[in-house]
């Protein structure tokens, strides 16, 4: 089975690249960068430019299913520049990819794209499962409902479906968790406003497994990718405090301040999204990280 990647040399790309060879998958991946090009026998890359929907079309050969993860990092600040930079990312890609496939009459079985939890309301007391169809007001909510609108295209080809929502991905070389991390190294922690905000997360290695299984069991329609047991903006906080032997002695850093530093961006630190695992737990996929605590333990000891 050959797979093709997009965003395959991003943090959750190269875990999902380690899983497809660990399963005898072969991989070919598509690269912005032509110093990234390698042609071994499983791990084939591709050069594209998705801003001149330049592409190689030659990707797609001998693929059954495509794995996308491509878009711009969210944790940059928010210009109007910017923030059409992360939707286009990923909209304009999903429909080069269409474009190509139906230009060169590729046949394509499965289509497991990156989404993220974003879309839903920030609450405190809900609950979100797959069948939610309320969208976040904020400008995530409107990126992923119009990401998730553009990846439904690979439909009209024939392909399968499958939308994976991300939650806080912890990772120690990537993502939110370092920068999560560093003040509370240097003594000087604290959650963000209440604390009570609710933070689905998951390891990054369960992540990638996740993405492989959805391919290898066919998944269609909406799945979160988080683990079974959310946890609260102030048990996170206490948590790798914890893990990493550091008192937490200031008070609560309030949303007035966090808005002055990051801007708009300061809300992906007080949104509040409690998500269900639910739906991929009854496929049959199995966490390895259910628990916070052995996660940090495992990225962070």
């Known amino acids: 089975m050959t797979v093709l990647i997009t965003g395959a040399t991003g943090l959750i790309g190269q875990g999902i690249v380690d899983q497809c060879h660990s399963q005898g998958i072969n991989v070919h991946y598509l690269t912005t960068s032509k110093s990234k090009l390698s042609t071994e026998s499983n791990y084939k890359g591709f050069y594209w430019n998705p801003n001149i929907n330049e592409i190689d079309h030659t990707c797609f050969e001998g693929v059954s299913a495509i794995i996308n993860m491509v878009g711009a990092s969210i944790s940059e600040r928010w210009t109007d520049k910017y923030k059409k930079i992360i939707l286009e ?37 809900n609950y979100y499962e797959e069948t939610n169809t309320e969208i976040s007001e904020t400008f995530l909510g409107k990126v992923v409902h119009e990401w998730e609108a553009a990846v439904d295209g690979f439909k009209a080809l024939g392909c399968k479906v499958a939308k994976i929502r991300i939650g806080l991905v912890l990772a120690n070389d990537g993502g939110a968790l370092p920068q999560i991390v560093k003040p509370i190294k240097y003594g000087v922690g604290a959650a963000f406003g209440s604390g009570k905000q609710w933070q689905s997360w998951i390891h990054v290695k369960d992540l990638a497994s996740l993405f492989v299984f959805a391919v290898q069991n066919n998944f269609e329609g909406i799945y979160n990718g988080v683990a079974p047991n959310p946890v609260t903006n102030k048990e996170l906080t206490k948590a790798a405090a914890k893990v990493l032997h550091r008192p937490l002695i200031l008070p ?33 996929f199995n966490f390895t990280y259910v628990n916070l605590k052995p996660a940090l333990e495992d990225l962070l000891g």
């Open 252 to 284: 609560n850093i309030p949303k007035f301040a966090m808005k002055l530093i990051l801007g708009e961006m300061h809300i992906l630190l007080f949104e509040s999204q409690r998500v269900s695992s639910q739906k991929v737990e009854a496929e049959g």
């Open 89 to 125: 990312s990923r909209t304009k890609t999903a429909q080069l990819l269409q474009d190509t496939i139906k230009r060169h009459n590729y046949s394509i079985d499965q289509v497991v794209s990156a989404s993220a939890i974003g879309i839903y309301p920030t609450s405190l007391v």
